[in-house]
């Protein structure tokens, strides 16, 4: 048995509107991104259609239909013991074209209603205002995050939401995976630059003038949003949210040495050392060059990113990857990032590599550099759950993932780290962002949907389900047996 996490740390789970909530075009909600892909797999990119085919399957059109069963879900969150509660807003459900003159109040009301579900549960929501997810219409006008109008259409969602949920909402997260910008296959994701793009996801082509570009806006409009919420919701907390890769160099090769630092500045520390720091970092000129990059900065946009840091630093981990200069190195599957494989790791059934080490030294690197507090805000494992004979799912595996990463953040705090929270990803089955099935599961919750659209959306404890109960209930301490 080990040590209890602090006094007053925030358990609980992450998830996404755009991945469960389901009810695509119901309530005067516009259509998003997402609502565009079809279903995929590893082997089957999930593909992009421009008009919405009634003939195809869209697996995020239902979620898993979060929207109607919300109590039910809040309550199972309620029953493990959850204190915190990750969830998105659907910028689609509050303006459904992103520049309407005004907001659509049967989505304002939906969170209305689910904000206030959960402080009955005594759960504290953490919202994050852009996951993955913005009206389509805008990607048909601006093509997403290339330009710079964008800027102003969040910051008045933004103050939409935040006017509205003032008395509600005390956690909020800018942009979801806001580094996923800095690769080609992030940017499609994180930025939505598909305008008149049709066919398979990876066959979109986006340039690192384009990505960078881009990011440039969603900073400017993060510290917007930022300082708005600084100057007139006091009591708000406000945080960045990163894809952390954390990479190896592949040998003790000076050469490799040099290309994993490379690596880990442009995945990792570059929009971190922006929205923490309050400024582009020292090896962005030489980067920007050597890549073909010219940054259109307008007046005052350094003072907003200046102005605009966040509060406290939020972060997903799922693996780790190795960086090489050598050919011998074999690539691995990942999250929205493909490295080199680990021979000293296993993996998922997905073939991401399980390093709960490694979430510990992230922790210490990342807290080591900006000092200021930390959320794990997504961790987890996607695996081929099967209902046994007896009705029930026996996932040790999941377990067994679970407590080696909670130990690992336990060896953390004790190593000085000012962790604060940690909310697993998809405590409850929900559709794949990156290759859009269900039979990718990582909840504690079991939900009968199906990749072919089937099933009856009834969902079912997992042995993880109680596991991570008693976790929670001792503080972590069943975490560390």
Same mark, same amino acid.
């Given at each position: 048995?080990?040590?209890?996490?602090?006094?007053?740390?925030?358990?609980?789970?992450?998830?996404?509107?755009?991945?469960?909530?389901?009810?695509?075009?119901?309530?005067?909600?516009?259509?998003?991104?997402?609502?565009?892909?079809?279903?995929?797999?590893?082997?089957?990119?999930?593909?992009?259609?421009?008009?919405?085919?009634?003939?195809?399957?869209?697996?995020?059109?239902?979620?898993?239909?979060?929207?109607?069963?919300?109590?039910?879900?809040?309550?199972?969150?309620?029953?493990?013991?959850?204190?915190?509660?990750?969830?998105?807003?659907?910028?689609?459900?509050?303006?459904?074209?992103?520049?309407?003159?005004?907001?659509?109040?049967?989505?304002?009301?939906?969170?209305?209603?689910?904000?206030?579900?959960?402080?009955?549960?005594?759960?504290?929501?953490?919202?994050?205002?852009?996951?993955?997810?913005?009206?389509?219409?805008?990607? *048909? $006008? =601006?093509?997403?995050?290339?330009?710079?109008?964008?800027?102003?259409?969040?910051?008045? #969602?933004? !103050? /939409?939401?935040?006017?509205?949920?003032?008395?509600?909402?005390?956690?909020?997260?800018?942009?979801?995976?806001?580094?996923?910008?800095?690769?080609?296959?992030?940017?499609?994701?994180?930025?939505?630059?598909?305008?008149?793009?049709?066919?398979?996801?990876?066959?979109?082509?986006?340039?690192?003038?384009?990505?960078?570009?881009?990011?440039?806006?969603?900073?400017?409009?993060?510290?917007?949003?930022?300082?708005?919420?600084? *100057? $007139? =919701?006091?009591?708000?907390?406000?945080?960045?949210?990163?894809?952390?890769?954390?990479? #190896?160099? !592949? /040998?003790?090769?000076?050469?490799?040495?040099?290309?994993?630092?490379?690596?880990?500045?442009?995945?990792?520390?570059?929009?971190?050392?922006?929205?923490?720091?309050?400024?582009?970092?020292?090896?962005?000129?030489?980067?920007?060059?050597?890549?073909?990059?010219?940054?259109?900065?307008?007046?005052?946009?350094?003072?907003?990113?200046?102005?605009?840091?966040?509060?406290?630093?939020?972060?997903?981990?799922?693996?780790?990857?190795?960086?090489?200069?050598?050919?011998?190195?074999?690539?691995?599957?990942?999250?929205?990032?493909?490295?080199?494989?680990?021979?000293?790791?296993?993996?998922?059934?997905?073939?991401?590599?399980?390093?709960?080490?490694?979430?510990?030294?992230?922790?210490?690197?990342?807290?080591?550099?900006?000092?200021?507090?930390?959320?794990?805000?997504?961790?987890?494992?996607?695996?081929?759950?099967?209902?046994?004979?007896?009705?029930?799912?026996?996932?040790?595996?999941?377990?067994?993932?679970?407590?080696?990463?909670?130990?690992?953040?336990?060896?953390?705090?004790?190593?000085?780290?000012?962790?604060?929270?940690?909310?697993?990803?998809?405590?409850?089955?929900?559709?794949?962002?990156?290759?859009?099935?269900?039979?990718?599961?990582?909840?504690?919750?079991?939900?009968?949907?199906?990749?072919?659209?089937?099933?009856?959306?009834?969902?079912?404890?997992?042995?993880?389900?109680?596991?991570?109960?008693?976790?929670?209930?001792?503080?972590?301490?069943?975490?560390?047996?």
């Amino acid at each position: 048995m080990g040590k209890a996490f602090p006094k007053g740390f925030y358990w609980g789970g992450a998830t996404a509107a755009n991945q469960l909530e389901g009810a695509w075009n119901v309530d005067g909600r516009g259509a998003s991104v997402d609502d565009h892909f079809l279903g995929g797999s590893v082997s089957t990119p999930r593909e992009i259609t421009i008009d919405i085919d009634p003939d195809r399957f869209y697996p995020n059109h239902d979620g898993i239909d979060f929207y109607h069963r919300y109590e039910e879900d809040i309550k199972l969150f309620a029953e493990m013991g959850f204190n915190m509660f990750r969830l998105s807003i659907s910028w689609s459900r509050i303006f459904p074209n992103g520049d309407d003159e005004a907001p659509n109040e049967a989505g304002l009301a939906f969170y209305d209603r689910v904000f206030d579900c959960l402080r009955e549960h005594d759960i504290e929501p953490l919202v994050t205002l852009s996951h993955y997810e913005m009206p389509y219409a805008l990607v *048909e $006008k =601006y093509n997403g995050w290339e330009s710079r109008e964008l800027i102003e259409l969040f910051e008045r #969602y933004c !103050a /939409t939401v935040f006017e509205r949920y003032k008395d509600k909402v005390t956690y909020w997260l800018t942009f979801n995976e806001i580094n996923c910008g800095t690769s080609e296959m992030g940017a499609l994701f994180e930025t939505s630059m598909i305008r008149g793009f049709e066919g398979p996801a990876s066959k979109v082509v986006v340039t690192p003038q384009q990505c960078f570009q881009a990011l440039h806006h969603q900073f400017v409009a993060s510290g917007r949003v930022v300082r708005l919420a600084h *100057e $007139k =919701y006091p009591q708000f907390k406000i945080g960045n949210m990163e894809c952390f890769i954390l990479s #190896y160099a !592949a /040998t003790c090769d000076p050469a490799d040495i040099l290309a994993n630092q490379a690596e880990m500045r442009r995945m990792n520390w570059y929009c971190g050392d922006v929205q923490v720091r309050g400024h582009y970092p020292s090896y962005a000129k030489r980067f920007w060059r050597e890549n073909g990059i010219e940054l259109d900065i307008h007046e005052g946009d350094l003072d907003d990113i200046r102005e605009g840091t966040v509060d406290f630093y939020t972060f997903s981990y799922y693996m780790s990857t190795i960086v090489g200069t050598h050919d011998d190195v074999e690539m691995a599957q990942g999250n929205m990032t493909f490295g080199g494989k680990n021979p000293y790791l296993e993996s998922t059934d997905w073939g991401w590599q399980i390093d709960p080490d490694g979430l510990r030294f992230a922790l210490n690197e990342i807290y080591d550099r900006y000092q200021i507090p930390l959320m794990v805000v997504e961790n987890g494992m996607g695996a081929k759950d099967e209902v046994t004979s007896d009705g029930k799912i026996h996932d040790d595996y999941r377990i067994a993932y679970l407590k080696k990463h909670v130990a690992a953040m336990a060896e953390a705090i004790d190593d000085g780290v000012d962790l604060i929270g940690y909310t697993w990803w998809g405590p409850i089955d929900l559709v794949s962002a990156g290759t859009g099935e269900m039979r990718k599961r990582y909840g504690f919750i079991y939900v009968d949907k199906h990749d072919d659209g089937t099933g009856d959306y009834s969902r079912l404890k997992k042995d993880s389900f109680y596991a991570y109960q008693k976790i929670i209930a001792s503080n972590g301490v069943e975490g560390l047996d």
